[in-house]
């Protein structure tokens, strides 16, 4: 099983700043299976990125995602009030399925 | 605009069922693998397993003795049964779509979700 490693766990920015999310997999993730998800209390996950660096659809070109193998990153160029919420990490290039922990981004 | 809905009872007791309902509206079921997965502040987001619409399952090892998820494209649901609950099975309940064209897959479209509590 692929265990993702999400950093930090918490960030405290402001609005406009810019947010790098880091998650990493204990072992290569095959073909960048690795999907980027947003949410906010009470509600479901929502797919941001997936394929490491493609937008979902309605996705705005603030959220960028990058990386390979072990490595991968989430960045949020100029964060909006709307932003603050938690992100997590999933890999599906291999079974489980598997999550990262989250990272919490606050104001 | 495909939309899932969860339905099930919110509390089963200790060593009983577990069981779910996810419908699908707004679009077709066939086609595409649908998953579910639970969400719980001891362990996260886990997925449970998947199906697709021809029938064809696939569960997390970790949890394949004890589920059973199940289609019924007629009626445009996907069925969760969780056999001998403990309270470590306590948590939200989603169901989603698969995304993309691989072996596996990221998810789209996910339900509202549903609490479930084990405790007797």
């Not at chain 2, 949890?63 to 649901?77: D, F, H, M, P, Y």
């Amino acid at each position: 099983e692929i265990v993702l490693t999400q950093s930090p766990g918490t960030v405290s920015l402001s609005p406009g700043e810019r947010a790098t999310l880091s998650c990493r997999a204990s072992q290569s993730v095959f073909r960048s299976c690795l999907a980027w998800y947003q949410q906010k209390p009470g509600q479901a996950p929502r797919l941001l990125i997936y394929g490491a660096s493609n937008r979902a659809t309605g996705i705005p070109d603030r959220f960028s995602g990058s990386g390979s193998g072990t490595d991968f990153t989430l960045t949020i160029s100029r964060l909006e009030p709307g932003d603050f919420a938690v992100y997590y990490c999933q890999q599906y290039g291999s079974s489980p399925l598997t999550f990262g922990g989250g990272t919490k981004v606050e104001i | 605009q495909v939309q899932l809905q969860e339905s099930g009872p919110g509390l089963v007791k200790p060593s009983d069922t577990l069981s779910l309902t996810c419908s699908v509206s707004g679009g077709s079921i066939s086609g595409y693998y649908w998953s579910w997965l639970r969400q719980s502040a001891g362990k996260g987001l886990e997925w449970i397993g998947r199906i697709y619409s021809s029938g064809y399952t696939h569960y997390n090892l970790s949890l394949k003795s004890r589920v059973t998820i199940a289609i019924e494209t007629s009626k445009n649901q996907i069925s969760l049964t969780l056999n001998s609950v403990t309270a470590a099975d306590t948590a939200v309940y989603y169901c989603a779509r698969g995304y993309g064209a691989g072996s596996y897959n990221s998810f789209d479209i996910w339900g509202q979700g549903t609490m479930v509590s084990v405790s007797s």
